[in-house]
């Protein structure tokens, strides 16, 4: 496949969709989970929209993203980042509530103000809790590709696994769920060591 069928670019598409994905939802759920925990009148407002909408299946939610993204690149996007974001957004939200109380009545007691609070203290407190938590939805995100391809797509691995399942390609469909699941590994090792070599006080 790597050699006849140009699989390595089916690859790299992927990968690309899902660290767009990822970031995008990294970039948004961060912030908004720990504003979520750290103010009740945004907590009142969120919480029950980000509860609701992360029990609603993606896979159904597609057609309703084709028709509101068209068929190009970013209903694949939104599909990845609708089964990541809504999940990470809680686990931020749950991480900034494990903040050892007695931090934050620290720093109120030397004069800092809520937002440094939030950002100089919480943040950097929870900051070893968070790269864990992105680990692990990383790899929810890499269990969505299949479902973002296999729709209106002319490549990547989902699409690979899709066509070769067209064909009863049994042993090309195992090289692409294979493919995944290498790639999902070796990048859960990498930010495993990285969360290793930058939190060794913990």
Avoid at 58 to 64: E, F, H, I, K, S
Avoid at 91 to 107: A, S, W
Avoid at 118 to 143: E, F, K, Q
């Amino acid at each position: 496949m790597l050699i006849s069928q140009n699989f390595i670019e089916d690859i790299w598409i992927s990968v690309a969709r899902v660290w767009a994905a990822f970031l995008l939802s990294a970039v948004m759920a961060i912030p908004i989970g720990i504003w979520m925990s750290s103010y009740r009148i945004v907590g009142m407002l969120t919480e029950p929209i980000v509860d609701f909408i992360r029990y609603l299946p993606v896979p159904a939610l597609v057609p309703l993203l084709i028709i509101w993204f068209g068929i190009g690149e970013s209903s694949k996007i939104a599909v990845l980042w609708m089964g990541t974001f809504f999940q990470l957004v809680l686990l931020i939200g749950d991480d900034t509530k494990r903040v050892p109380p007695e931090f934050v009545e620290t720093g109120f007691t030397l004069g800092a103000k809520p937002r440094q609070i939030t950002w100089h203290i919480a943040y950097r407190s929870m900051l070893p809790n968070i790269v864990d938590n992105l680990r692990i939805t990383l790899g929810w995100c890499w269990t969505y590709i299949i479902i973002a391809e296999i729709v209106a797509a002319n490549a990547g691995i989902g699409h690979a696994i899709w066509a070769a399942r067209r064909f009863v390609k049994t042993p090309e469909v195992m090289a692409g769920i294979l493919t995944v699941g290498i790639i999902g590994l070796v990048t859960d090792q990498v930010i495993r060591l990285a969360h290793r070599r930058y939190f060794r006080y913990l």
